[in-house]
Structures are given as structure tokens and as C-alpha cells.
């Protein structure tokens, strides 16, 4: 069974403890524990790199939102955001600043493990909601007229189809089953996508759409 190594990044001991228990065994193993995102890069730099990073976050605080940045400079460890709630605010600024995942801590177990497991296969995991709330951020900015591809015109029908599915929260077999292609052509287009609007992740690519104006796709 393929085992991914886990840092835990939270001030607090106690809920960290509880989470490693919750978490470890199965194909996650708590490897280490940090107080703070520079924390966790001491530890990453001394040759503790794991594969996950798992870290609360309380009421989108902006040093916390700053640590989420720092990490995806300083590592190519996936990145959980675990928030106390779902705030339209630190959701946004979590995914902008590099997250591959925002969950609730007061979801289940089960659907805590099974998200880490979506993140670790190459996932962006957000509340199904998560598409609303960012348009609705973004909307009530004045911000400029959105377009719908770059000033190049460089994306295709099918890309913006693509980044439509990403929104709508669909994983790439999704995306292949309703748009009645492969799922290796899903990823082609993805990889052209990111290149194309010069994003490192799936998540960039969605706050990108979102900022350009796309909408979730809706499939039958």
C-alpha cells in the first residue's frame, strides 16, 4: 500500500494530537508536527519534506494566509487547508495563495480521509459551493469587464470547457464522461491550460477562471 508521509501545521497541540490519531494509519503517516508555516519550513529544510501538508487554518488570518504562500514557494508537498468555518474571505485568499484543498474541520472523518486520499491522487478539493463563493467575491469588487479567455486569445472552446468542469468541481474521470472524452485527453487539455494562463496547479487555474469571468459547468 502506498504510504504519504503528513506534517501537521497548527499552534495548538492538543487538536494536532487528536488529528494525527484521526488521520494516521492507512495509507497516512504523521511524520511531523509544526507550530507555523516557517516552522514547517525549518523542518522541510533540515530534510523533512512530506508529501502532505495538512494545515489549520483560524478565521483566515492574513499571517496564516502569508504561511500558505510561503509553503508552496518552499515545497512541492501538497497542501490541505483545515478551517474552523467556511469563510467566502479566506477561502479565496487560501486557494489564491496555493492551496490544493479547503475543507472544514467540523466535517467527518471519513470524508476527511477520503479528501486527502483526492488530494494526494493530484485533486483540488473545495466545498461544492466553493464556485459561488469566489464569483460572489469577485463580483463585488469594481473590478474590469471579465473575459472569458486571455487577451491573446489563446484558450480553445474545449480548454474553456475544461476549466467550466474544473469550477463545477468535477475530477478529470467527470470531466471525460461528460464532455465524452478520454481521460488522458483531459489531462492533455490541462496541461495545456496551465501553460497556457501560467498556472502551477489546478487550483490557480480555477481561481484564474473565476477571475476571468468562466462559470461553473453544469452537465446532466
Not at 42 to 69: S, Y
Not at 78 to 96: C, F, G, H, Y
Not at 184 to 190: A, G, L, Q, Y
Amino acid at each position: 500500500m502506498k504510504t504519504w508521509n503528513v506534517m501537521l501545521v497548527d499552534h495548538d497541540r492538543l487538536f494536532s494530537a487528536a488529528l494525527a490519531t484521526l488521520i494516521g494509519g492507512g495509507p497516512f503517516r504523521v511524520s511531523a508536527h509544526a507550530a507555523s508555516a516557517d516552522d514547517a519550513l525549518d523542518l522541510i529544510a533540515d530534510g523533512d519534506e512530506p508529501d502532505l501538508i495538512v494545515l489549520a487554518l483560524q478565521d483566515g488570518m492574513a499571517e496564516e494566509i502569508a504561511g500558505i504562500r510561503r509553503l508552496r514557494d518552499g515545497t512541492s508537498a501538497r497542501i490541505a487547508v483545515l478551517a474552523d468555518t467556511i469563510a467566502d474571505r479566506s477561502l479565496s485568499q487560501s486557494l489564491k495563495a496555493g492551496a490544493d484543498a479547503y475543507l472544514n474541520k467540523s466535517m467527518s472523518s471519513e470524508s476527511l480521509l477520503r479528501a486527502l486520499r483526492l488530494v494526494m491522487l493530484g485533486e483540488v478539493v473545495y466545498p461544492t459551493h466553493v464556485a459561488g463563493l469566489l464569483m460572489a467575491a469577485v463580483n463585488e469588487r469594481p473590478a474590469p469587464v471579465p473575459i472569458a479567455v486571455p487577451p491573446s486569445g489563446d484558450l480553445s472552446k474545449r480548454e474553456v470547457q475544461i476549466l467550466r468542469c474544473l469550477l463545477a468541481g468535477q475530477s478529470n474521470k467527470a470531466i471525460a464522461r461528460n464532455l465524452h472524452i478520454t481521460e488522458s485527453t483531459v489531462k492533455m487539455h490541462f496541461k495545456n491550460v496551465m501553460r497556457k494562463i501560467n498556472a502551477q496547479n489546478r487550483t490557480q487555474a480555477a481561481v484564474w477562471a473565476i477571475q476571468n469571468g468562466l462559470s461553473p459547468l453544469v452537465t446532466a
